[in-house]
Every structure is written in structure tokens, then in C-alpha cells.
């Protein structure tokens, strides 16, 4: 049996409820099509502490077929998300657990949806895809940076 | 007269140990030096046509097993990952030492699951996995999935030691 079939089972299992740890962050994670594991939807919730709390997020995560040796493909989509590590028009996300350089294939996409949140928790304006909310965020203004992210978020172009 | 014989032994004794701590170092030396040429050597490319010569010529003077182990940490510098001699060389994990529940953190499967489960484990964090699934990762990677030690960090010592046991080459003696 492939890994990513046993990681359907398990994700399947701890969004029934035997995972408290994700119920706060995942509304939706699951493949596109039954019969196709590779290719896959995420839906999480804002965290409640950053701009994006009471939004929900949309991802999209692309299984190679060499996984888990080589990382997933996971983009924000179809929503243009606001981040300063997240290209605005691609949905595009730097994140180094998600690079062949730092991935482990002991993670699997419950993993990654955690390090996702914890991006949007920590953002890191010092390797930005949005210079323009990476400036905002090194200028520490808090109330700019989260009207910036809504405004975004709010159909703002 | 017995006296004297001893006292001579003693003092031949202490000369050859002193002369072998001598030679000890020289070999050690000789060894870094000629392992640093055939590094160079095999590695310059643009040097091609003169280098076939001195490189038959090392070839000739450093034993076979040694050239394979050099060429190895060459390739190793392009590929990014074990060389193949280590993942061969990790530690098989006996049927009887696998628990029920312990699985592989790779393919997430139950070892004991399969009849004849070929486990490994990591040198010195002793992360264990199926020896397939960490063949593939340690073809690309040097860290453990696990706890991400440096699996190679831990050759150097390894290496050491077995050179010293194989310091009989016989050519500088
Ligand atoms: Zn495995
Ligand atoms: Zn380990």
C-alpha cells in the first residue's frame, strides 16, 4: 500500500475528531477525486491571532510521484493570498520544509498544513515573495500590516 | 652477561617503538598528501592527457579498496547523498528486536507487518526504517527523516579507525 494511501486513512481518522490538534486549523483536507491521491484541496482557518482569523484559506497540494522523498506541491489557491512569503498571483509559497533541500520524508500534509499556519502566524519578511506587505511587516506597524492583509482579503487588487 | 642481553633488549625495545611512533607519523602524512593528489588529479578535468599518467602511477602505489573509498567521496560531492557502501554497511535490526507497533516512518508501514521485515538502523541516533525506503532517501539526503542528524558526520570517525587496522600496506614498512 502507498504512503499517501495510508496518510488518506489517517487524515481521514483525525478529522473525525481523533486529532484535537487540527481541528481548530483544518476545515477541509482531502483529494480532489477518490481515485486520484495525487492531487489534493485544503481548507484552513485563519489563525485567530494574525490578520487572517475568520477567513478561510484555500490550498491546493500536488503529490509527486516520488513522494515522500520528494516534498508535495502545495500552493495557495484559488484565493490570491496576502503574505509576505506568498506570491500574490501565484499562490506560490516559500517555505522551507517544502524545499527538496529541507524537506523530511517523515513529514506528511498534516505537517505541512501546521507549518503553513505557523507561516501565517510568523511570517518572515526577510525572504519575501510580497515586498510590499514585507516592508509593512519590517516597519512593525501591526494596524497597516493587518488593514493591508484585509483589504487584500477583501477583494483589493 | 644475562644483564647486559637485557639491559640490550630493553634498549632496542625503546629505539624501535620510538623509530615505529616515527614511521606512524611519516605513513599518516605520506597518506594525506597522496590522498590530496589523487583528489586533484582525478577531479581537474581540464588537465585530462596529463594527468593519465600520474594517475596510473597512484593508481599503482594506493591499494584498490582505498582508490574505491576516494572516488566514492568524489562522486559524493556532485550527488548530495550517502555513498552506497554506507547505506550497505548500516545495521540489519533482527526480527525478535522490532516491537508490534514500530513502524517505518518513510512508507508508515508496521515492520512486523511484513513476514520478513529487512530493517535498518541509523549510526549513532538510531533511528530505525525499512532498509528499501532509506536506500532511496540516503541516495539524495545525508540527514535522518527523523531527529535530521547528519548520518555522514559520524563516518569520519568510523573511517578513521578501520584505517588504522589497514595501515599495513606494506610500502612504506
Ligand atoms: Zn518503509
Ligand atoms: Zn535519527
Redesign the interface.
Known amino acids: 500500500m502507498s504512503r499517501i494511501v495510508k496518510e488518506y486513512k489517517k487524515i481521514k481518522k483525525v478529522l473525525e475528531g481523533h486529532g484535537e490538534a487540527f481541528e481548530n486549523l483544518i476545515v477541509q483536507l482531502a483529494p480532489v477525486n477518490e481515485y486520484d491521491l495525487l492531487s489534493w484541496k485544503a481548507t484552513i482557518r485563519g489563525p485567530s491571532d494574525t490578520p487572517y482569523n475568520g477567513f478561510s484559506i484555500g490550498l491546493t497540494i500536488k503529490i509527486p510521484s516520488d513522494y515522500p522523498i520528494s516534498p508535495p506541491m502545495v500552493k495557495f489557491e484559488p484565493y490570491k493570498m496576502p503574505h509576505c512569503n506568498v506570491n500574490f498571483q501565484t499562490g506560490e509559497i516559500c517555505l522551507d520544509i517544502l524545499t527538496r533541500q529541507h524537506w523530511s520524508p517523515a513529514w506528511d500534509l498534516l505537517h505541512v498544513l501546521k507549518a503553513i499556519e505557523q507561516l501565517l502566524q510568523e511570517p518572515v519578511p526577510e525572504s519575501p515573495l510580497n515586498v510590499d506587505i514585507a516592508n509593512i511587516l519590517k516597519e512593525g506597524d501591526r494596524t497597516a500590516y493587518t488593514g493591508l492583509v484585509r483589504y487584500y482579503f477583501c477583494g483589493g487588487t | 652477561m644475562s644483564n647486559y642481553q637485557e639491559e640490550h633488549g630493553i634498549q632496542d625495545d625503546a629505539v624501535s617503538r620510538t623509530a615505529t611512533d616515527d614511521n606512524e607519523a611519516t605513513r599518516q602524512d605520506i597518506r594525506t598528501q597522496l590522498r590530496e593528489i589523487f583528489r586533484l588529479y582525478s577531479s581537474d578535468e581540464d588537465h585530462q592527457e596529463d594527468n593519465t599518467t600520474l594517475l596510473e602511477l597512484l593508481s599503482q602505489l594506493i591499494p584498490e579498496s582505498l582508490q574505491e573509498e576516494w572516488l566514492e567521496q568524489l562522486d559524493q560531492h556532485d550527488k548530495k547523498g550517502c555513498p552506497e557502501s554506507f547505506i550497505d554497511s548500516l545495521p540489519r535490526v533482527s526480527k525478535r528486536n522490532l516491537s508490534s507497533t514500530s513502524a517505518c516512518?518513510?512508507?508508515?508501514?508496521v515492520f512486523l507487518e511484513d513476514d520478513y521485515p529487512l530493517v535498518v538502523e541509523l549510526p549513532h541516533c538510531d533511528h530505525r526504517f525499512d532498509l528499501e525506503?532509506i536506500s532511496?532517501?540516503l541516495s539524495?539526503s545525508t540527514?535522518c527523516?527523523?531527529c535530521?542528524d547528519d548520518v555522514m558526520s559520524h563516518k569520519v570517525k568510523i573511517d578513521s579507525s578501520k584505517a588504522e587496522l589497514e595501515e599495513d600496506w606494506g610500502m612504506y614498512g
Do not use: A, M
Open positions: 516512518s518513510i512508507c508508515f508501514s525506503c532511496i532517501w539524495k540527514t527523516p527523523l535530521r
